[in-house]
């Protein structure tokens, strides 16, 4: 949002130098992304007239020109079509410095003639988009040698402010102003005041002419019929110079009053002629293939469900985004129809998508307009037509649509908003801020949210957001020990992702972050026939939506290997976007990881082992652990998803829900990556794990006591897997069995009797007391037994 600091001082007495408003801006949340002193930049630059002006000898397209700078004749060079005696210019004198390029202005030759500055157009000044003459100024109180950007109301500062989507009611003069006033550093003008004050009266109808709503995402629509008007070309000599500063095009007395009230208030409205509107007015959704061509000449063909508004014959403009070129306003324009609406943001947010046109006005409809102003803005909008292009009212009527749902009143809680702040602010300081922003209290604490800040402001946190805002950051300078209960620092579901993170990187895993779009070739790899393109892609490498996070990691596993970084391991974290068998979109919540190459390099100590299925089976486990979700509420199925190797992967559930795929990628799957070596990958997709777990997280404790290890041989059926094993051993609700390792698997091709050998490990560790060899024994029995019943495991000889 650009503004000129003249023009918001129209709204607001400040009290503060411009530094100090540039950083209450930025402190209340309005952060200041640049600013201009334009004053500066054009003080070079002076009012000159041309005296003579004769063709160069040598050059067809140059003039000599006598100049008058207030001071002496200057001989200036010039190739302007339109450089000729009589005129008065902007003279660029010798060693000032051109705005567009940064270009020092010299004394010079051109084609063997002495030239001694340069006359400018527009476009070198950055004050509008014609570069085809030089500028020709008009008045004829402006002399030569007087400053250019004096004069001509160009010596203002231009401040641009970057607003957050929430903050709808600061893309106005009239917003920013009402923010700044309540940190204290000015006070508003009756300006402000007067615009809230006068409120339109709308009549019932206007003749001839019938206005329905016939889609719920026009929440309420205005009109103002005015007949026998002057479309003039332009307003005051202050607005132009505004709209040249802030680079917004002049383009004739009706569409001026319309940006620049729009600017002032946020209110986006349009003008239609009258005239050109054909039969009824209808505000419905468009039909697939409708033709529009819009007022910056591009046509459309539109594609379904985007909100119109049509007469009997044509769509007259898009709603909240832009107007067309067959119900414009020109020089013959007599009678006007004058809109003010409030249109559902969401679709226009998606309207502009589909559309590809982000307009201002839709860049304030997706924000949320003040929908509690149409009469003040009504009012100060056909004020200003009637001010400055005559004519009178014949009619006005508003209708409502479908009524708004967002929260209207707050419950102020003092007490929490001290506990979210971590410091005391008083009853009265909190109802003061609030009521300077614009709340009204009802009662005790309830408050009306304004409806500049309704959609925003929902419960105590957000007030809280605005105290801070408004009361600034200095007050938490030397703030003691704010201390919290044990409840208040339980892990929240939305920790989740952080805590795995956190446990994979403890595991000497890099993250990784890439791009949310892939190629199409790369998306079928992954599931076929379900992609969603991208309408206005970046390029081919970006034309859809990543339907893995397996494509990115790829990539990042291949850049690194070409580099000699052979031995991997990377994570990510975010989205997946596919359809369903129904087309519905599906984003879901993934992470992945792979490994790659040796997993530990040559040493004296080990030897040398590439990474496989176990190391990524761990890591699995190791993220399952931290939640409290152990190996024996896991079900394992051999395979997994056709881009892994069938032999070499496994899939996870809990219950009915797959948590986990886990495995060798398929050869064909890395060879489309160019990645030559095998690669291993672990697919989390942790929406489907218990949010509940996250509370059940328990303490670690460390025993000091002796712990006991016990291995055990077992022949057993070859179809037995070890997650049968482990649970049978599990089943005996030993507490102080810690670990099951199964260390060791040896099949006799020879026997007979399909028979395995299954070696592992019991780790016992005692919690109140050390174990004894009674007690060790027994334990030690019981799993000899379980083993046997429930999986008819035949217990190995020492000797054999």
């Not at 795995?500 to 993250?511: A, G, Q, S, V």
Request: aromatic share 8%.
């Amino acid at each position: 949002m650009k503004f000129t600091y003249n023009w918001l001082n129209s709204f607001i007495e400040l009290s503060a130098d411009l530094e100090k408003v540039i950083e209450v801006l930025s402190n209340i949340g309005l952060e200041v992304e640049e600013f201009q002193d334009k004053g500066k930049v054009y003080s070079q630059f002076i009012i000159a007239e041309i005296v003579d002006a004769i063709s160069h000898p040598d050059a067809d397209k140059l003039k000599i020109c006598k100049v008058n700078n207030g001071k002496e004749i200057l001989q200036i060079v010039c190739g302007a079509s339109n450089a000729r005696a009589g005129i008065k210019v902007v003279l660029a004198p010798v060693d000032s410095t051109i705005p567009s390029n940064n270009m020092v202005i010299k004394a010079s030759e051109i084609r063997g003639v002495k030239s001694n500055g340069m006359l400018c157009s527009e476009t070198e000044l950055l004050i509008g988009n014609n570069s085809e003459g030089i500028i020709e100024i008009l008045d004829s109180n402006l002399k030569p040698g007087m400053n250019f950007a004096g004069s001509t109301g160009l010596s203002d500062k231009i401040i641009d402010i970057n607003l957050t989507p929430n903050r709808g009611d600061c893309a106005s003069i009239c917003g920013i102003a009402r923010d700044l006033a309540a940190t204290g550093i000015g006070a508003l003008k009756s300006k402000f005041f007067d615009f809230y004050k006068n409120t339109f009266v709308f009549g019932d109808s206007i003749k001839h002419l019938n206005i329905s709503i016939d889609d719920k995402n026009c929440h309420e629509i205005a009109f103002c019929k005015i007949e026998n008007i002057g479309n003039k070309n332009s307003l005051t000599n202050d607005l132009i110079s505004i709209f040249k500063l802030l680079d917004i095009k002049s383009h004739s007395a009706l569409v001026d009053i319309s940006n620049l009230t729009m600017y002032e208030f946020g209110r986006p409205n349009h003008i239609y002629d009258a005239d050109k509107i054909k039969g009824d007015i209808k505000i419905r959704l468009s039909q697939e293939g409708e033709f529009f061509k819009s007022l910056d000449g591009n046509e459309h063909t539109l594609p379904k469900d985007v909100l119109v508004i049509s007469d009997d014959e044509k769509i007259l403009s898009i709603a909240g985004i832009i107007g067309g070129e067959n119900s414009k306003v020109d020089e013959n324009t007599k009678s006007i129809l004058v809109e003010v609406a409030n249109f559902n943001p969401t679709h226009i947010s998606k309207s502009v998508r589909k559309l590809n046109t982000r307009t201002e006005s839709s860049f304030r409809f997706e924000r949320r307009i003040d929908y509690g102003n149409t009469a003040s803005f009504m009012q100060y909008l056909t004020n200003l037509i009637l001010k400055y292009c005559g004519g009178k009212i014949s009619g006005s009527l508003v209708i409502l649509g479908s009524g708004l749902e967002y929260k209207k009143q707050v419950d102020i809680d003092c007490k929490k908003i001290n506990k979210l702040l971590g410091f005391e602010v008083t009853e009265q300081d909190i109802n003061s801020i609030l009521i300077n922003l614009g709340f009204v209290k009802i009662k005790d604490n309830l408050f009306d949210i304004p409806t500049w800040r309704q959609g925003d402001i929902v419960d105590n946190a957000d007030i809280t957001e605005e105290i801070i805002r408004i009361k600034g950051t200095d007050c938490l300078q030397g703030l003691g020990n704010f201390h919290y209960k044990v409840q208040d620092l339980k892990q929240k579901e939305s920790d989740f992702l952080s805590l795995f993170k956190n446990t994979l990187i403890n595991r000497n895993i890099f993250e990784v972050i890439s791009w949310s779009f892939i190629n199409h070739e790369s998306a079928n790899l992954f599931i076929k026939n379900s992609v969603i393109k991208v309408t206005n892609p970046i390029s081919n490498e970006f034309a859809v939506m990543r339907n893995s996070l397996i494509p990115g990691l790829l990539k990042t596993a291949k850049n690194n290997i070409s580099r000699g970084m052979k031995n991997l391991s990377l994570f990510e974290s975010g989205k997946i976007y596919y359809k369903d068998k129904d087309s519905t979109i599906i984003e879901e919540n993934c992470l992945a990881i792979i490994r790659t190459g040796e997993s530990s390099n040559k040493n004296i100590f080990s030897d040398q082992r590439k990474f496989d299925f176990y190391d990524l089976k761990d890591d699995f486990y190791s993220i399952l652990n931290e939640i409290n979700i152990f190996e024996d509420s896991i079900i394992i199925k051999k395979g997994a998803k056709a881009y892994y190797h069938p032999g070499k992967s496994a899939s996870f559930y809990l219950g009915k829900n797959l948590i986990a795929c886990v495995g060798e990628l398929h050869p064909k799957t890395i060879k489309e990556f160019s990645v030559k070596q095998s690669v291993i990958c672990a697919e989390i997709f942790y929406d489907n794990l218990p949010k509940k777990n996250l509370e059940k997280r328990k303490s670690l404790i460390l025993s000091e006591l002796q712990s006991v290890n016990r291995d055990f041989a077992f022949y057993m059926d070859d179809a037995i897997e070890s997650q049968e094993i482990i649970k049978s051993i599990k089943s005996l609700k030993i507490n102080i069995i810690d670990e099951i390792n199964i260390f060791d698997v040896y099949r006799n091709n020879q026997d007979p009797r399909c028979k395995k050998s299954v070696a592992f490990s019991v780790k016992l560790q005692p919690i109140q007391k050390t174990l004894i060899d009674d007690e060790i024994e027994d334990i030690s029995k019981k799993i000899i037994s379980v083993i046997q019943e429930k999986l008819g495991g035949e217990l190995r000889d020492h000797s054999q």
